[in-house]
């Protein structure tokens, strides 16, 4: 079980970092020692995150967050 999880997380941050391509969101280095952020309104860098299934945003709450645990964790190991 450990070494799937560990496969899964590996996959994950493969994938994120395909999706990011070395630019620099700002909005991720907020998830290093939060899971949500609250957000007044939506830029572009938001909007692609949320758009390419790696961040949620709640419209109700205004919070922004990982589409899930293993997102959270890949972002914490990817983003310096």
């Known amino acids: 079980m450990r070494e799937f999880c560990a496969s899964q997380l590996s996959l994950r941050k493969r994938q994120i970092k395909e999706i990011i391509k070395g630019r620099n969101f700002k909005i991720l280095k907020e998830f290093k020692d939060k899971e949500e952020v609250t957000v007044e309104e939506i830029d572009e860098e938001i909007e692609y995150l949320v758009e390419n299934n790696i961040l949620f945003f709640d419209?109700?709450?205004?919070?922004?967050?990982?589409?899930?645990?293993?997102?959270?964790?890949?972002?914490?190991e990817i983003v310096p």
């Open 59 to 76: 419209p109700v709450r205004g919070i922004l967050k990982p589409q899930s645990r293993l997102d959270l964790l890949a972002i914490r």
